[in-house]
């Protein structure tokens, strides 16, 4: 029988409720034995001076999908460090699981025009398919890239809106989970950007 693996990339700066919504329902419809989370150590998309530290980013990631047994993390793009690539990991991923396995990467509705740009872009669709996942306020565009779409209930949450509140000074209670709130707060992370 076919292995079904999706692998989540993203800066994960912070991890947030709708990651974790995303990977679950993407692992539920799309039948997944588990999804990987995949931080990057330098995004090439991202201003860097308000990315945390890589070591946090995966710290925060761990500490968010710790208690499920489907979630899985890791730290290939840290280590690998430089700017990260889809094409790289999900090579570094074919290498790891034999040819039986299917791999998955799964990106936001938002993200889905922007794959005929990508590095590679051929050749990660040889190694893998694509499961987009809609966003709230984001009209999906037509493209020729083959993909599975997965349509979940609009979580309309977003790293930035988080640390836009951590700098306000307000609560982000209930847009991530209390353990990934704790270690920001005990590491000071976000205060001010």
Do not use: C
Not at 67 to 80: G, M, R, V
């Amino acid at each position: 029988m076919t292995k079904r693996i999706g692998v989540l990339g993203g800066t994960f700066n912070p991890i947030h409720v709708g990651h974790l919504a995303i990977a679950q329902v993407a692992l539920e419809r799309m039948h997944l034995s588990k999804v990987i989370f995949v931080p990057a150590h330098i995004p090439p998309h991202k201003n860097r001076k308000i990315v945390a530290g890589a070591k946090h980013r995966f710290r925060m990631t761990e500490l968010a999908i710790e208690n499920n047994p489907h979630f899985e993390i890791s730290d290939f793009e840290i280590t690998k460090k430089g700017k990260s690539y889809t094409i790289d990991t999900m090579q570094h991923f074919r290498e790891v699981y034999s040819e039986d396995t299917r791999l998955f990467f799964i990106i936001g509705e938002d993200t889905l025009s922007q794959l005929p740009r990508w590095r590679y872009i051929d050749d990660i669709l040889k190694i893998s398919d694509f499961i987009v996942v809609n966003r709230p306020g984001h009209t999906k565009k037509s493209t020729d890239i083959k993909h599975s779409s997965v349509i979940m209930p609009g979580i309309d949450i977003s790293s930035s809106y988080v640390r836009l509140r951590i700098t306000e000074k307000r609560t982000v209670r209930y847009f991530v989970l209390d353990k990934v709130i704790d270690y920001i707060k005990q590491n000071k992370l976000y205060e001010s950007s």
